[in-house]
């Protein structure tokens, strides 16, 4: 249900008084509706945001983003308050990787080091040696020692990417992200050919028929640095379309185009439905009543911080 232009002003002036009362920090991914990234103390990605739930001295951390991003926040501040407005708001790839599947797989391959993407669940990090975001998955990758052999997860697509950069063999777990994987090959074709001007730019997530053709491929965060820094001024971004409201910000004369998806006739891009179950009004309330609260076992957070913080020393 949308709100009208006074109603978004102010549950925003509420939602920044209560954040002053309750000396709350907003942590927002880029993936968020813009009304709340216009609240939010900080944007990022999974890397600038895990960085900065580490860091923060706030006494409450409001998650704008999804479940695993804020159990991440939970695991490393264990004695703060972790809010997320809307705990349904999951992850398609997470859910791809069950906890018990996962600890099956790792018992047969005992020498492997496992590698997990930080979209995962707490469970699943538990069972990793380090994790890695898509700004720094290949530096890790590469700091592995060649003879150790590596186990990755949960998703498919970034996993080959790594492989190919890095050139090492890796066990793949078996998952996706369906908003990354929900980009139409043929229509980015069409689209490219009335732009040929344009330059793409595409997420690892992506399969790689996509990140083939794509000029650049990076984490959310690198997209936006390489669209600042491009002397080109047109873009097809085959990422969740969140990120076009600050990218548009940071280059506002320049022409940014949603990659097409394969099957949404009435839009051309690809929005992920978890992150924007999030609103406005939820975020309020969550500020406002301190719920829902994020809680994890005392052990399953001490055992994923080891891989958080090794991913963090790397970093």
Sequence with gaps: ??????QKLDLQEQVIRLKKEKNAVILAHYYQEP????VADFIGDS?????????TTADIIV?????FMAETAKILNPSKKVL???LKAGCSLAESCPPEAFRQLKEQYPDHVVVTYIN?????KTLSDIVCTSSNAE???RSIPADKPIIFAPDKNLGKYLIEKTGRKMLLWDGACIVHEAFSLDKLLELYKANPEAKIIAHPESEAHILKVANYVGSTSGMLNYVKQSPNNTFIVATEAGILHQMQKDVPQKTLIPAPAKEDNTCACSECAFMKMNTLQKLY????????????PEDIMQKALIPIERMLQLS
Excluded: R, W, Y
């Design 47 to 55: 890397l600038e945001l895990a960085k900065k739930a580490a860091q």
């Design 63 to 67: 998650f704008a983003g999804v479940h």
């Design 84 to 86: 997320l407005p809307d």
């Design 139 to 141: 530096s890790i990758i």
């Design 1 to 6: 249900m949308s709100i009208t232009p006074l």
């Design 35 to 38: 009304e709340i990234q216009e």
């Design 120 to 124: 995962c669940s707490a469970e699943i």
């Design 285 to 296: 309330n969550c500020l406002e009543k301190e719920d829902p609260e994020i809680t994890l």
